[in-house]
């Protein structure tokens, strides 16, 4: 089975700051996507960031990137510079072509002034 | 515990043909979530209900029409189909207020459009 962990349910941040959400993982699949969705108030799942398993570069999104450590089963988001448009739920997800998400328990982070 | 339940879980159809997918919300959530997710590509919003009213639209196809019934059940009804809309289809609930309305996602159904 495969299962995703977000270990942090709240997080806060100062305004241009840095913050970095944990996420790990478990599964016994070897090509799958990682992604990190953002959920904020209008409940939209709003993709932030994506990575694929079998790229070893780690993904970047203008001030969004991830440390990305399929060894370790380890998918980080570091959001640089935070804004308060960032505040929102950021859920960490697990999908293989085809199947369902697995999304792990999400990170309520709130970016104060 | 109990979680969202989707029927079908798959689902074959002719080009042309309508559809239609189930979501079984957990017990006393009253908010429902419709997601499409094509071979390869991000969940697209489709559409949410809230106390059986529509809260949100996405981009949902104005073939395609949900609703929300008193027991909170909701369907995704899908018309004129296409090529297209063979993706996986999942619903999400959640209770309004709870948890930061934290959504839990259903399995999925697979639509195949052939």
């Known amino acids: 089975a495969q299962t995703v962990t977000q270990s942090q349910p709240e997080m806060s941040v100062q305004e241009a700051e840095t913050v970095t959400l944990s996420c790990t993982y478990d599964?016994?699949?070897?090509?799958?996507?990682l992604f990190w969705y953002k959920q904020p108030p209008s409940r939209q799942m709003i993709l932030v960031i994506r990575q694929e398993a079998y790229k070893q570069q780690n993904a970047t999104e203008n001030r969004f990137s991830v440390n990305f450590q399929k060894a370790a089963k380890s998918f980080s988001l570091k959001i640089s510079d935070s804004q308060l448009g960032d505040t929102a739920m950021y859920f960490c997800?697990?999908?293989?072509?085809?199947?369902?998400?697995?999304f792990g328990p999400g990170t309520r982070l709130s970016v104060l002034p | 515990a109990a979680g969202v339940i989707q029927s079908p879980r798959h689902l074959i159809k002719e080009k042309r043909e309508t559809a239609t997918l189930k979501c079984y919300p957990i017990?006393?959530?009253?908010?429902v979530y419709w997601y499409q997710q094509g071979p390869g590509q991000d969940p697209q919003f489709l559409i949410s209900?809230?106390?059986?009213?529509?809260?949100d639209k996405g981009s949902i196809p104005d073939r395609f029409s949900a609703q929300q019934f008193s027991d909170y059940h909701s369907e995704l009804n899908m018309s004129s189909l296409e090529l297209g809309d063979s993706a996986l289809y999942f619903c999400?609930?959640?209770?309004?207020?709870?948890?930061?309305?934290?959504?839990?996602f259903g399995p999925g159904t697979r639509l195949t459009v052939l």
């Open positions: 017990p006393r959530h009253d908010t």
């Open positions: 209900f809230y106390e059986k009213m529509q809260s």
């Open positions: 599964t016994s699949e070897n090509n799958y996507y």
């Open positions: 997800a697990l999908i293989f072509y085809g199947q369902n998400f697995v």
């Open positions: 999400a609930s959640s209770l309004e207020g709870v948890a930061g309305n934290e959504q839990f």
